[in-house]
């Protein structure tokens, strides 16, 4: 029987929740028509108003009272519990959707590579081969592609200049092969000064936060050499970074474009002996989860590198990586000088998908319902008042309603602030039920879900009221 009433409540709230306009509508104008009436009997006749109103007051009385309470609050607690559901369902939908009304970045997790400088320089290479004795007719006979198990292909080398001279020696063949081949001879950075701003965004369409990453970095170094020489500087474009915006590279203060982004960044040009590089690089992007950069793809010295990362949102850093130097608020600075390290700078942001937060916040609701009712009963019993149970009942609706608006104000506001709004509406409502003797229990037990909006810290801060609770209601001595 108390499950076949459980369903058949459910069912009525599913109801209840899919026309909730038109309910409202209609309750309304009920209000409107009472309202009408009730005006018009008093100008006709208040006697008989005051005998429709005697024949209620059973129902307020403190049996009636407590009665209406409990079917109000297990109504309620029923109520959010689907209410609960509804809203995950929803939730869920906004986030499969195919199209979005809102930005949604396609980066993830953002890796930006260390660049690196280097010189070309040309070396050659002679190498001898001793070959089968009828090598020499085979390539009158196939040409030189029968060199071909004997020798790589040259063309993938960076050969510019290739000299093959044969001859015998007793029956064999000797195969000398001479080489010209471009090597790139690396050039340490004298100095590396990047600046990273994350602001983070929280996507109202439930999912986790993103951030929009201003990168501006700036690296110098020096031709080691003393003759002039083609020198190269080669930046990385980071991985997983999505769409890049205003993208932008000056050599020592020219701008510098480039059309094919094979092989990333590529900048190359003449050197003089001992003259300074100086190369900024900015951009902007999108990312969520982390950022990371690679200090070197191997173990090589660096002579000072400055990092300083900006976020608004708390930051972690992956264990093993290195980690700041200093820090300040969110502000965090990497300063080293002449380390040698295949470690990375990596940052993790502890950003929780907002459907995730939103149920939280709503379960709680139920618990703050029972939360406001033990702490007006137990404080009206200390104080030896009577129990409000008249207010304790509108409050309890109240909070509902407000919980129920503020699932769908979701929908049309930053998660935070819709979530801040609907349950200051239900503290203000249950504080006009109450009154200001109950403004601490209203106050606190409306707002007490809003905790989860700051993930990581709810446990802290549930601590924390708990403690407001018990001290408001210890007796103060006189």
């Known amino acids: 029987m108390i499950e076949q009433l459980k369903d058949l409540l459910q069912h009525l709230w599913g109801m209840l929740l899919q026309n909730a306009f038109w309910i409202f509508i209609v309750l309304l104008g009920v209000a409107l028509v009472i309202g009408i009436f009730a005006w018009i009997v008093t100008r006709v006749d208040r006697d008989a108003l005051r005998k429709i109103g005697s024949s209620f007051r059973p129902l307020f009385s403190p049996v009636g009272l407590g009665i209406v309470l409990a079917v109000v609050l297990w109504v309620s607690w029923l109520g959010l519990g689907m209410l609960r559901n509804d809203l995950n369902v929803r939730l869920m939908h906004r986030e499969s959707a195919t199209f979005s009304s809102t930005e949604m970045p396609a980066a993830g997790d953002t890796t930006q590579y260390s660049p690196y400088a280097s010189y070309l320089q040309e070396r050659t290479y002679t190498r001898n081969l001793i070959l089968p004795p009828d090598i020499l007719e085979q390539i009158g006979v196939d040409g030189a592609e029968v060199l071909t198990p004997y020798l790589p292909d040259p063309t993938t080398e960076n050969i510019t200049r290739l000299s093959d001279q044969f001859r015998r020696s007793g029956r064999n063949v000797v195969l000398t092969r001479e080489a010209t081949q471009i090597t790139e001879e690396p050039i340490a950075l004298e100095s590396t000064d990047i600046k990273v701003d994350l602001g983070f965004i929280q996507s109202s369409d439930s999912k986790r936060s993103y951030y929009n990453a201003s990168f501006d970095g700036t690296y110098v170094f020096v031709n080691p050499l003393n003759e002039t020489t083609a020198a190269r500087f ?15 590279m000056t050599v020592n203060g020219q701008n510098y474009e480039l059309a094919n982004l094979n092989e990333g960044y590529l900048w190359q040009g003449e050197v003089t002996p001992g003259q300074k590089i100086t190369v900024n690089v900015k951009y902007k992007n999108q990312g969520s989860r982390m950022w990371r950069y690679e200090l ?14 900006t976020s608004d949102q708390t930051t972690k850093f992956q264990t093993g990586s ?15 000088k002449n380390i040698i390290t295949a470690q990375s700078i990596v940052l993790a942001f502890s950003g929780v998908a907002i459907r995730e937060t939103l149920i939280k916040v709503f379960s709680f ?7 406001l009712l033990g702490w007006v009963v137990f404080l009206s019993l200390l104080k030896n008042r009577r129990v409000p149970l008249l207010g304790l009942v509108f409050a309890v609706m109240g909070l509902t309603l407000a919980a129920v608006f503020g699932t769908y104000l979701v929908t049309y506001l930053p998660a935070a602030i ?22 601490v229990p209203a106050v606190v037990s409306a707002l007490t879900p809003a905790v989860f909006l700051w993930t990581g810290n709810a446990g802290l801060i549930l601590s924390l009221l708990g403690m407001v609770v018990v001290l408001s209601l210890i007796p103060m001595k006189r």
């Open 234 to 248: 080669n930046f990385p474009l980071p991985y997983g970074s999505g769409t890049l915006k205003d993208f932008q």
């Open 296 to 309: 070197s793809n191997k173990r090589e010295p660096i002579k000072s590198f400055k990092l300083v990362v």
């Open 322 to 336: 290195l980690y700041p130097t200093s820090q300040g608020g969110n502000c965090y600075t990497w300063d080293l």
């Open 365 to 371: 609701v139920p618990i703050s319902l029972l939360m």
């Open 418 to 439: 819709a979530v801040l709004l609907a349950l200051s509406l239900g503290a203000v409502v249950a504080f006009r039920a109450l009154g200001s003797a109950y403004l």
